[in-house]
């Protein structure tokens, strides 16, 4: 259907272009918190987010050694930035990373970042 001389191609029905997001203002206390799951599902609380008390017990699963001259020209597989003087290590498969990286790690997953192995059984 052909467009009329008063219909703007860039506008949609509600008065704005289109691509541009409607925007509802919501005070903060009725704004809700939304994550996404990573197959892509809407939900209102994170998944996979441990308990304190099971993020502690994980930590405990982790060694803090020195790393040899080998490691220490290695990255962190985590973020990919050099290690410095000591890691984390992981008892049960031996891979080591940052340890501020796997503790925050633990915080949703209880396995090794590169094997998979369980850290804390």
Request: hydrophobic share 35%; proline share 10%.
């Amino acid at each position: 259907m052909p467009l009329q001389q008063d219909q703007n191609p860039t506008r949609n029905p509600f008065g704005t272009q289109f691509g541009t997001p409607m925007r509802i203002p919501l005070s903060p206390e009725r704004r809700p918190t939304m994550y996404v799951t990573p197959d892509g599902f809407i939900v209102d609380r994170p998944i996979g987010v441990a308990s304190e008390a099971e993020v502690q017990r994980r930590k405990a699963a982790l060694r803090i050694k020195i790393l040899t001259e080998q490691q220490h020209a290695d990255v962190c597989s985590i973020c990919l930035d050099p290690h410095i003087e000591r890691a984390a290590f992981i008892s049960i498969c031996g891979h080591y990373f940052h340890n501020s990286c796997m503790e925050r790690w633990l915080i949703e997953k209880n396995t090794c970042p590169l094997c998979n192995e369980t850290v804390a059984p």
